[in-house]
Structures are given as C-alpha cells and as structure tokens.
C-alpha cells in the first residue's frame, strides 16, 4: 500500500469515527460483531485462521486456559457441562467468543474501549479479515439487536458502511 492510499484510509476512519463515535459511548451495554447465517464449517474455518492471526487469542473453559478447539463443534458441546470463552486483543479492543449459536458468530465488546479513529480502525481491520475469511457480511450493532447495525463490513464489495440512527 502507497503512502497516500495509507493516508486516504486513515482519513476516511477519520472521518468514520467522527460520524459513529457517539455510538461508543458507555450505556451499560456491550456492542457486538455478528457474522449470520453460520454453520460448522464457518466456526472451523474461523478455528483454523485463529491459529495464525496477527491478534493475540486466549480460549478458556469454566475460566481455567485451555487448548483452542480445532473444530467448533467441539466448543458447542462443552456447553453441556460447561463455559467455553475465546478472547481475543484487537488493538485496544478485546473482543470475546461464547459460542452461544453454531448459526450466527458472535463477539462481543466493552465500548468504552473503542475511544479513537485509531481503536476503530484496529475494529474495523478484524471485521474485514472475518468477512473475507467466512465469504459473509460483518455487522457491529448494539447487543443482542443485529437487526440495527451500527456498521457493516460488506465482503462483495469490501467497504464498511455507517448506519446512522434514525432519531
């Protein structure tokens, strides 16, 4: 990448940031990623792409480290007996995995860790790798509510779109 396409993106998060950054701001709640309409195969790709990402992962059961799963199925059936939870660092963010529905993956985060262009563009960089890596679509929207996206990393044409809040 060129120096000015370097700084056209840092602008353009720039500018990104100044239009959602209200959307940060600590509620009480958490945001979350959402990549829909998942199946194993999905998780197991994920999985496998873990082992040799560039961000910095911890996976635990019942809170106790454990080895990364190789396959999502065996995360899901844990949840039988047990807690399943992958943490991962993305940029100041930590985003967290509770394996909760082989249909939707699911990360969720503290907002008030999202505080600069700089956390968001290290947010939006994950969001992108996740859409390319699974061929799906990458949502940031408040918790529990993917229906009313915040942003959305859209693979077909790899951009990130804001959804401003109707008022």
Request: hydrophobic share 50%; charged share 30%.
């Amino acid at each position: 990448m060129t120096g000015e396409a370097r700084d056209a993106d840092a602008a353009a998060c720039r500018d990104l940031w100044e239009a959602c950054r209200f959307d940060f701001d600590p509620d009480g709640s958490t945001r979350a990623l959402y990549v829909l309409d998942t199946d194993e195969s999905h998780w197991d790709a994920l999985l496998r792409a873990l082992r040799r990402s560039p961000w910095r992962l911890a996976f635990s059961i019942d809170g106790f480290a454990a080895p990364l799963p190789r396959y999502g199925i065996e995360a899901f059936a844990m949840w039988r007996e047990a807690v399943p939870l992958l943490e991962l660092v993305v940029g100041p963010v930590v985003v967290r995995c509770q394996f909760r529905s082989a249909q939707q993956l699911e990360f969720d985060f503290d907002p008030e860790a999202v505080r600069d262009a700089g956390a968001l563009e290290a947010l939006l960089r994950f969001m992108a790798w996740l859409g390319r890596l699974l061929g799906r679509s990458v949502l940031l929207a408040p918790e529990a509510t993917p229906e009313r996206p915040i942003l959305e990393y859209l693979t077909a044409v790899r951009r990130v779109r804001f959804h401003p809040v109707a008022e």
